[in-house]
């Protein structure tokens, strides 16, 4: 079990950008791959971004291509979500995951609000 710790939630204008982060004292942490999911009231938990344990590979869903970016850093074991163009219908609580041999971690979540 990795513990996650979030942060860079909050409620902001559309158009407007957050940066999420994700910290672990994971020791093997570079070898995780990290992703990050959300959840909508009534919806199912969905994957955003991901990112492989070297950082040279991203993948994103459709509906956030061009407007989020995923990274890491190794040595800060940490990892990030750069949110820009917000829109009201990425308003969710954003989950920090770790996946390592087919057995996944998750953070505690953090609410994002996209409202004017």
């Known amino acids: 079990q990795v513990q996650l710790v979030e942060s860079g939630g909050g409620l902001v204008q559309p158009g407007g950008s957050l940066r999420l982060s994700c910290a672990t004292s994971?020791?093997?942490?570079?070898?995780?791959?990290m992703s990050w999911y959300r959840q909508a009231p009534g919806k199912e938990r969905e994957l955003v971004a991901e990112?492989?344990?070297?950082?040279?590979?991203?993948n994103y869903a459709d509906s956030v291509k061009g407007r989020f970016t995923i990274s890491r850093d190794n040595a800060k074991k940490t990892v990030y979500l750069q949110m820009n163009n917000l829109k009201p219908e990425d308003t969710a609580v954003y989950y920090c995951?770790?996946?390592?041999?087919?057995?996944?971690?998750w953070g505690q979540g953090t609410q994002v609000t996209v409202s004017s």
């Open positions: 995951n770790a996946k390592r041999w087919g057995i996944a971690s």
């Open positions: 990112i492989t344990s070297a950082g040279g590979t991203s």
């Open positions: 994971e020791f093997s942490f570079s070898r995780y791959v």
